[in-house]
């Protein structure tokens, strides 16, 4: 039972480039969500997932995509990087509506854009 | 909309004495709960102690305890017997709604001394 696996756990992007951060998991959660993590800020949430098709934005959305094409997968797409993207993002899913028993966080991907 | 605060951003601690780290927060919900999260330095989040927002029974594990105190809003992390590896930012977090969102403070950043 691996948990929550985020991909890559290290990344440095040019301005302007695009990627995604992968983020898979093993236990048939059917929510799923990214924050991003930045010194001073606590944890801000980027988009979430009710479940397999269903998406909606957070706090700060803006420059990040996402899908949700099966129960496992959630990536998060950067259309064009840009420096104030640089940050930790970390995957977190849980079981269900109310988050009873928290959530299941990945181990985070450091991102660098310059 | 849900808030967070914790306006501690750092505090220190000598091995093997007791600290508390306070949290205050706010929601039009009725039906909550309430997480604390460490961050070592290893970056992974890991899930403290939850409490229902429906128990008035203060949550314990083990060295750690919470000071749940519903009418003032208030969530404080009380760690007993501190110990060096409790060294680490601890983010105090409110789950609310159909849609399991978890909202987090801004993190405080525990020194334990030897």
């Known amino acids: 039972n691996a948990g929550v696996t985020q991909t890559p756990k290290f990344q440095v992007l040019k301005t302007g480039q695009s990627m995604t951060l992968q983020c898979a998991q093993d236990?048939?959660?059917?929510?799923m969500s990214w924050y991003r993590q930045d010194p001073g800020m606590g944890l801000r949430l980027i988009h979430y997932?009710?479940?397999?098709?269903?998406?909606d934005q957070g706090e700060v959305p803006n420059g990040y995509n996402v899908s949700r094409s099966t129960t496992e997968d959630f990536p998060l797409r950067l259309l064009s990087a840009a420096p104030s993207q640089t940050s930790v993002y970390f995957c977190?899913?849980?079981?269900?509506?109310?988050?009873?028993?928290?959530?299941?966080f990945g181990s985070g991907t450091r991102l660098t854009v310059v | 909309a849900q808030t967070v605060t914790q306006s501690q951003p750092e505090m220190s601690v000598q091995e093997a004495e007791t600290v508390t780290l306070s949290c205050t927060y706010d929601?039009?919900?009725?039906?909550?709960?309430l997480f604390w999260y460490k961050q070592p330095p290893s970056r992974q989040m890991i899930l403290v102690i939850r409490?229902?927002?429906?128990?008035?029974q203060n949550a314990t594990e083990n060295r750690f305890s919470v000071n749940f105190q519903k009418a003032a809003k208030s969530f404080s992390l009380k760690i007993s017997d501190s110990q060096l590896g409790d060294t680490a930012m601890y983010f105090c977090?409110?789950?609310?709604?159909?849609?399991?969102?978890?909202?987090f403070g801004k993190g405080i950043t525990l020194s334990v001394r030897p």
């Open positions: 236990m048939n959660h059917e929510y």
């Open positions: 977190a899913s849980s079981y269900s509506g109310l988050p009873t028993y928290g959530y299941t």
């Open positions: 997932s009710v479940g397999a098709g269903i998406t």
């Open positions: 409490q229902e927002a429906y128990k008035q």
């Open positions: 977090a409110l789950g609310s709604g159909a849609n399991s969102k978890l909202t």
């Open positions: 929601t039009s919900e009725n039906n909550y709960y």
